[in-house]
């Protein structure tokens, strides 16, 4: 299957040397929203869950604070090196397949023995770790919280080998099954909170959500078996492997910067910790709302373009390396900023549609809500950033990115620490947002200098255009929703039209006031995710 990206605009003279490299993003993009959209869907289907069996409850909280341990590892060993290392190493190496089954060996032996003694330590230090994380809790919850970090942490295991063996297939432009781990991983979640807490009476309940975490990390595992079935893999301890060692040297300052960090989301935890035992759920409820879009749109681009990042940027194609960066950029900003909008519209509507019953309340929908709009500010910001970030990554500069985020660890603490006591809760979600503001201007004034401006116009007039089109879309959501709230039934069904009649409306105003301001990317990125659903019938067109 290949999908031709239209020109960005008619306007702009864009280098004959990024032409090529769009049908590979369109394609690989598109396998990854697919992959996203179903990891998205299923994470939503996950928190709607969450919210009837638990609510926002302090056991819920302890759950979401310890569930936080081994992503932190994860991302601290694996998830940063994945697309700071792994994939731009793996890459100069993907022709010579004997020689990369050989370092991929190395670096999952690895790996695999790194993680394993990590664990060991979190399982011994678990006390000290709840006491510093939660701090704010009552005796119970924290030793709740205790038990949950040492059963959820045994995982990290399982996503380290599977965040290895993803750096892989990306490398080899395999994305069609490492693009639905995260769904597994969800599915696993669900089944653990629909099932595997029947097993236990209350409130040991909670423990079922950790079983269904270790049932999802070993399913992302297995889900990308068959995209592996040609490899030649196997336990090999080489420790002074050249291009080990080039990996870990270009993610000593990415781990310098994930620590820092993993530092400010620590402290985060703990100051909401003492805002209330409910803050913790209600953050986490708004932030998977945030998570959408982000992983849908932002992720997305970012993973397909860092391959063709990292080509061109080995090959020192200067111009073709900058016109696709700033394609990614493009097509992030016109998905992410109407998303934003009708988000922040219809923030209230939302949240009470997928999580208002069971044990979540009325007043649980409030606050989120609340959370919900304060996070928006930052969104388009974070989206942005994670394409300027993966660009440093393919030119294998990773000490900027990293310094970039212990600033914004700083500027974070600058804004939180002084609202918190007269705040709460809402005066860390809006210290969040100022942080991925900081970070995304600041990576993308250090872009600019390193690499220049696109050709043929500036962002800004991009963005103008852009942000116009968003403005006029969610006034028409906001006229529509208050136009139909009289006209819905009570109840699910009206909650489902109260949503869905203002977002159809927004999805078309956004699509009429694309054509009408010349936005071919909203287009094309659209193309090419319906090609993808399309070709997707005939395995023999698969990519």
């Known amino acids: 299957m290949t999908v031709e990206m239209p020109s960005l605009d008619q306007s702009e003279n864009i280098s004959p040397q990024a032409v090529p490299q769009r049908r590979h993003i369109a394609r690989a993009a598109s396998i990854i929203s697919l992959g996203n959209v179903t990891s998205r869907m299923l994470g939503l289907v996950r928190e709607t869950v969450f919210a009837n069996q638990f609510g926002s409850s302090g056991a819920y909280s302890a759950f979401v604070a310890a569930s936080a341990i081994p992503m932190m590892v994860y991302d601290m060993l694996i998830g940063g090196l994945l697309s700071s290392a792994l994939v731009p190493v793996f890459s100069e190496h993907a022709e010579d397949r004997a020689e990369l089954w050989r370092l991929v060996s190395v670096v999952l032996t690895a790996a695999t023995c790194f993680v394993a003694l990590l664990v060991i330590v979190v399982e011994l230090t678990a006390p000290w770790i709840a006491a510093v994380l939660v701090s704010g809790f009552d005796a119970e919850l924290r030793a709740l919280t205790v038990r949950l970090i040492r059963l959820v942490t045994l995982a990290v295991v399982l996503l380290a ?136 749109v932002a992720t997305a681009v970012s993973l397909a373009v860092l391959p063709s990042l990292s080509h061109l940027a080995a090959h020192d194609a200067r111009d073709g390396y900058r016109e696709t960066l700033y394609t990614g950029v493009r097509m992030v900003l016109v998905l992410i900023v109407p998303a934003t909008v009708g988000l922040y519209v219809l923030a209230a509507p939302i949240v009470s549609l997928l999580f208002e019953h069971g044990e979540f309340t009325a007043f649980d929908t409030l606050w989120t809500a609340r959370a919900l709009r304060l996070y928006l500010i930052g969104l388009p910001f974070a989206a942005v950033d994670q394409v300027l970030v993966f660009g440093y990554y393919a030119r294998q500069q990773t000490l900027v990115p990293a310094a970039v985020g212990a600033l914004a660890v700083g500027i974070y603490l600058a804004v939180a620490l002084p609202l918190v006591q007269a705040f709460g809760m809402l005066a860390l979600v809006l210290a969040n947002s100022v942080q991925w503001v900081a970070h995304a201007l600041i990576m993308l004034w250090l872009t600019r200098r390193a690499v220049g401006t696109p050709s043929g116009g500036t962002l800004g007039k991009f963005l103008s255009r852009v942000g116009l089109a968003s403005a006029c879309m969610g006034v028409a959501v906001w006229a529509a929703f208050h136009a139909a709230r009289p006209l819905v039934p009570g109840g699910l069904v009206g909650k489902v039209l109260g949503v869905g009649a203002p977002a159809l409306v927004g999805v078309s105003m956004y699509a009429l006031l694309s054509v009408v301001f010349g936005l071919e990317e909203a287009h094309a990125a659209v193309r090419a995710l319906i090609a993808r659903v399309q070709q997707g019938r005939d395995p023999a067109k698969a990519v």
Request: positive net charge; glycine residues 10%.
């Open 161 to 296: 080998v599977s965040g290895v063996l993803t750096g892989l297939l990306y490398a080899l432009k395999r994305f069609t099954f490492a693009a639905f781990g995260a769904a597994v991983y969800n599915l696993g979640l669900i089944v653990g909170a629909l099932v595997f807490t029947r097993f236990f009476d209350e409130p040991a309940r909670i423990y079922g959500l950790a079983l269904g975490m270790l049932a999802g990390a070993a399913g992302q595992l297995l889900i990308l078996l068959p995209d592996l079935r040609d490899q030649r893999l196997h336990l090999l301890f080489d420790w002074r492997h050249p291009a080990l060692r080039r990996i870990v040297r270009l993610y000593l300052p990415i781990a310098l910067g994930f620590l820092v960090s993993h530092v400010g989301i620590v402290i985060d935890r703990s100051l909401a910790s003492t805002t209330g035992e409910q803050s913790i759920g209600w953050m986490r409820y708004a932030t998977t709302l945030i998570q959408f879009p982000l992983g849908l």
